[in-house]
């Protein structure tokens, strides 16, 4: 039963043919069986977990029909979590225990879904491979020589592998499709705005979005309808009506018409990838879809601008982790500048470091114009590539990556690992919505199909990838473990 969707899940529960207790106890024991191998989770509550899973058989005794009552998921180990290690991935936070919820774990709480654990990422969500962590690469169930994507690697690996029926993420450059897409599942990233960043911890604050990784379009509506909504406690959080993700799922793409940027379809894109993309395109036509080529001409520059960009909010975000109130402290300081400076030499690793020293440089005086000022410009510019794009299409898509999950160590200098978010990265600087869903295998690994909509357009875009997923089972495929069938 744990292979299903949070959807059937949700309905096995209300038929009473489970409950939550089994099924957490199921999953718990499936992350006892395969999490050391995998290593997507840093932290399992098994007690909590069983306790929210009786409470949640209590609620449906009581006649709660919430949708996500009783599922069990996990969480990112970038949100907040009252009472439970917050680690995200750094050395610098490896004995934070929060004093509080992120709104997006209060809501899940809320809904009733019951937190299995918290996942591994790449130390403050900084890399596409999950080799950043302080606590040790995820393996990728489909192969464990390979990288599970990053930086929601332990989320993505986790859902793939049944260790939960769905779990949280944030994508800040492609964090949450390109891991969903190298672990064959389908992960949403919502415009930024949509979900609440409180809680969060910050890396770079105007491109942070949270949102879902599971096994269906579907769970990502159900999720979605939980996540969205304004929260006062995020200043950046908008004011605008959340419809229900789900109710617009079914809705017929006769008429649709999807535009095909050229630039993803382009140099460095892997034959296998383009030809299985192509071939699921053939499946909107049969609904009823046209298809034409369009343009984002800034596309190139947009890893140039995110990396002038992210940098630099992260090399302010980052300032507050200094040894003071919480987190690491170093041994013995000699006095504060000592205690300052160990503790972030030896708290943050090699590519948080990187990031710091880049984004302090990009916003220093005399550098501030050249490179932070002109990479907002650019971004403006790619912005306006989507808003013309998006008076002549309705959703635009093109793959995820251009490649499958690569392995373990291939990528060891950091511009060729940035150059993994080329397809992903521009929809953050946009602030648009994004889904990446399971389109193929190519080699045995999965690929991914990346549908993109304008401003707010989320419940259109989930529409789109459950269509797809109505006339395909690429979601359906599973990776073997340990001998297990597929
Ligand atoms: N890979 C990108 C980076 O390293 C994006 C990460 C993310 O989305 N959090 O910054």
């Known amino acids: 039963m744990i292979e299903q969707t949070a959807a059937e899940l949700s309905a096995a529960l209300s038929r009473g043919e489970v409950s939550s207790v089994e099924l957490t106890q199921a999953y718990l024991d499936r992350i006892g069986k395969y999490n050391e ?3 997507a989770f840093i932290t ?27 599922v069990p998921l996990a969480h990112k180990d970038i949100f907040c979590t009252e009472g439970v290690l917050t680690t995200c ?40 491979s999950n080799e950043t962590s302080f606590f040790g690469p995820v393996r990728n169930p489909w192969d464990r ?50 979900v609440s960043r409180w ?10 979005q949270a949102g879902p990784l599971c096994k269906s379009a579907e769970d990502a509506a159900l999720m979605s309808n939980v996540m969205a909504g304004l929260d006062p406690k995020d200043s950046t959080s908008i004011d605008l009506p959340v419809p229900d993700y789900t109710a617009s799922l079914g809705d017929s793409l006769e008429g649709l018409k ?74 013995d300081p000699v006095d504060l500048e000592d205690m300052y400076k160990r503790t ?32 907002q410009k650019i971004r403006r510019l790619i912005k306006q590539d989507f808003v013309e794009a998006f008076s002549e299409v309705d959703v635009v898509i093109g793959p995820t990556s251009p490649h499958t999950a690569f392995t373990l160590g291939a990528k060891s200098d950091p511009v060729t690992m940035y150059l993994e978010d080329i397809y992903t990265i521009a929809v953050n600087l946009a602030g648009l919505p994004g889904i990446s869903i399971p389109a193929g295998l190519v080699g045995g690994l999965p690929i991914g199909m990346h549908i993109v909509g304008s401003d707010f357009a989320e419940a259109k875009v989930l529409n789109v990838a459950h269509q797809f997923q109505q006339q395909t089972d690429w979601h359906r495929r599973k990776p073997a473990l340990n001998g297990e069938e597929a």
């Open 37 to 39: 191998a995998l290593n």
């Open 44 to 70: 399992v509550c098994e007690e909590s977990a069983l306790a929210q899973a009786r409470q949640a058989d209590d609620r449906r005794a009581r006649g709660d029909a919430s949708p996500l009552l009783g």
């Open 89 to 128: 991935g750094s050395k610098i936070l490896n004995n934070f225990i929060s004093p509080y919820d992120a709104t997006v774990v209060e809501r899940f709480n809320g809904s009733g879904a019951v937190m299995l654990g918290k996942t591994n990422m790449d130390e403050f969500a900084m890399g596409s």
């Open 145 to 194: 020589e390979r990288v599970p994507g990053g930086s929601s690697g332990g989320s993505a690996a986790a859902v793939a592998a049944d260790l939960c029926a769905m779990a949280t993420g944030t994508d800040t450059g492609g964090s949450i499709r390109q891991p969903a897409a190298f672990c064959g599942i389908t992960g949403f990233k919502p415009s930024y705005g949509r």
């Open 199 to 208: 809680g969060m911890i910050a890396f770079a604050s105007s491109l942070d």
């Open 258 to 331: 999807i535009g095909l940027p050229r630039q993803h379809f382009a140099e460095g894109l892997s034959a296998g990838v383009e030809q299985g993309i192509r071939d699921a395109l053939a499946e909107f036509e049969k609904l009823g879809a046209t298809i034409k080529e369009i343009d984002l001409p800034n596309n190139h520059l947009s890893v140039s601008a995110y990396y002038v960009v992210a940098p630099a909010e992260a090399s302010a975000n980052l300032s507050r982790f200094d040894g003071v109130r919480y987190g690491y402290r170093c041994e």
């Open 344 to 375: 972030r030499s030896e708290g943050f690793g090699e590519e948080v470091k990187r990031r710091i020293l880049v984004g302090t440089y990009a916003l220093s005086a005399g550098y501030y114009d050249a490179y932070y000022r002109k990479a």
